[in-house]
Structures are given as C-alpha cells and as structure tokens.
Nanobody
Framework: QVQLVESGGGLVQAGGSLRLSCAAS????????MGWFRQAPGKEREFVAA????????YYADSVKGRFTISRHNAKNTVYLQMNSLKPEDTAIYYC????????????????????WGQGTQVTVSS
C-alpha cells in the first residue's frame, strides 16, 4: 500500500500562486511515477501533470502548460505542483496519485495506470 497526503491548497486571488505538496509513504517512492489530477464541482476528474519515477520526464495538460510545474524530491518522498498565474477556472479539488514506474507517458495522462490516490486538497481561485 502507498499512502498519499496532499497539502498546500487554499484560497488565492487570480494571478496568484500556490505550491501543492504530496507526501508518500508505505512503499519505495522511486517505484512509482506520480501524477496530479483535479476535479471541479459537477465535472469529471481531469489530468493536470505527471512526472516519471526519476524526475526527468514531465507531462502537462494543455490548460496548465507554462503556468504549472511538477517536480519531485525522491529523498523526501514528496511530489510538488507549483501553480503560477492561477485562474478562476483552476478552482478544484487537487489529487495526487501514484502509478507503477515506467508507465508510458501517454498512459500517465489518463486515470488508468494510477492505483493509489490521496484524499485531495481544495484550491479556490477568486476573480
């Protein structure tokens, strides 16, 4: 089992920044590629960003490319999502998730390979 705990959400004005963190425990962190997803009220959960086990490959949804940055610190068993230039449409619950390492880049942009999920953290962007 892998336990994932997100933190860092909150209320921010449009144009502001937040950094989300996801702390992992229970299994060897480098056995997993990591992803961030979000879900707004009444909408399906959608892909935001992903990073491979070593940190040298990253993937982003078009809607956040150039504004969000995913990174990981393997010695701290933590993955981050730096969110800049936030917009009201970024308002959602943000979830981190873990997929088996060496998942394909295309697969990491879908829900499919992720078998562990955190409880989510709320991000609200006011206009």
């Amino acid at each position: 089992q892998v336990q994932l705990v997100e933190s860092g959400g909150g209320l921010v004005q449009a144009g502001g920044s937040l950094r989300l963190s996801c702390a992992a425990s229970g299994r060897t962190f480098t056995n997993y590629d990591m992803g961030w997803f979000r879900q707004a009220p009444g909408k399906e959960r959608e892909f935001v960003a992903a990073i491979n086990w070593s940190g040298d490959s990253t993937y982003y949804a078009d809607s956040v490319k150039g504004r969000f940055t995913i990174s990981r610190h393997n010695a701290k068993n933590t993955v981050y999502l730096q969110m800049n230039s936030l917009k009201p449409e970024d308002t959602a619950i943000y979830y981190c998730a873990a997929a088996p390492a060496a998942s394909s880049g295309r697969a990491l942009t879908t829900l499919g390979p992720y078998n562990y999920w955190g409880q989510g953290t709320q991000v609200t962007v006011s206009s």
